[in-house]
């Protein structure tokens, strides 16, 4: 069946431009989580739904960083004023509940010049 | 909050052998442990994970261990091929709990022919 998609797969904006990064999660997931992944590094989270809890937004690394999720299906995730630093590859994965494994897409490649 | 320490960082093993990968954890309260693998320009895929009521799960090649005593964790390669060739991610989560999982910074395994 159809995975988690993210578009677009591949992002180049300028220092100080804002982007927006989609998720579609797998249908019928309740949860949706952001990494982001640096180059040759591991994943840092930034930010986890949960059906309709708050989100968990322990991990976004400042307030241009946010996120929203419609519907509890398609999530956003924007950077406002991007800066080289948020270059990087966006991580989305979906999972059935909270208790099943994580399904990820293949991320966003963002290079912020 | 939880950190997940995992080495080597490169390995690097002749077709046939076994290859190992450690991670250390520090929150006693986690009580799920994922190992992804993730090849160039895709996402993690899920390959095996173990809950803490358990010390040890095998899948054909692939097994995990776990001492929840000294908080840590082991993925074990039997009889590599060349396609198991990918980066290596294990984590760890509370689950019941947000599900957030919380990843080690990767092992590059490279199997040689």
């Known amino acids: 069946g159809a995975g988690v998609s993210q578009s677009p797969s591949n992002k180049v904006t300028e220092k100080g431009k804002d982007v927006e990064l989609r998720c579609d999660p797998i249908s019928g997931h309740t949860a949706l989580y952001w990494y982001r992944q640096s180059l040759g590094q591991g994943l840092e989270f930034l930010i986890y739904?949960?059906?309709?809890?708050?989100?968990?937004k322990s991990g976004l690394p400042s307030d241009r960083f946010s996120a929203e999720r419609t519907g509890g299906s398609v999530s956003t995730l924007t950077i406002q004023r991007t800066q080289q630093e948020d270059s990087a590859v966006y991580l989305c994965?979906?999972?059935?509940?909270?208790?099943?494994?994580?399904?990820f897409g293949n991320g966003t490649r963002l290079t912020v010049t | 909050g939880e950190n997940v320490e995992q080495h080597p960082s490169t390995l690097s093993v002749q077709e046939g052998d076994s290859a190992v990968i450690k991670c250390t954890y520090s929150?006693?309260?986690?009580?799920?442990f994922p190992w992804y693998k993730q090849e160039l320009g895709k996402g993690p895929q899920l390959i095996i994970d173990i809950r803490s009521n358990v010390g040890e799960k095998k899948d054909q090649r692939i097994a995990v261990t776990l001492n929840k005593t000294a908080k840590h964790f082991s993925l074990h390669i039997t009889e590599t091929q060349p396609e198991d060739s990918a980066v290596y991610f294990c984590?760890?989560?509370?689950?019941?709990?947000?599900?957030?999982?919380?990843f080690g910074q990767g092992t590059e395994l490279s199997v040689k022919p």
């Open positions: 994965a979906s999972s059935a509940s909270m208790n099943s494994p994580l399904h």
């Open positions: 739904f949960q059906g309709n809890s708050a989100p968990d």
């Open positions: 984590a760890a989560s509370i689950r019941n709990q947000g599900g957030k999982l919380i």
């Open positions: 929150d006693s309260a986690s009580n799920y």
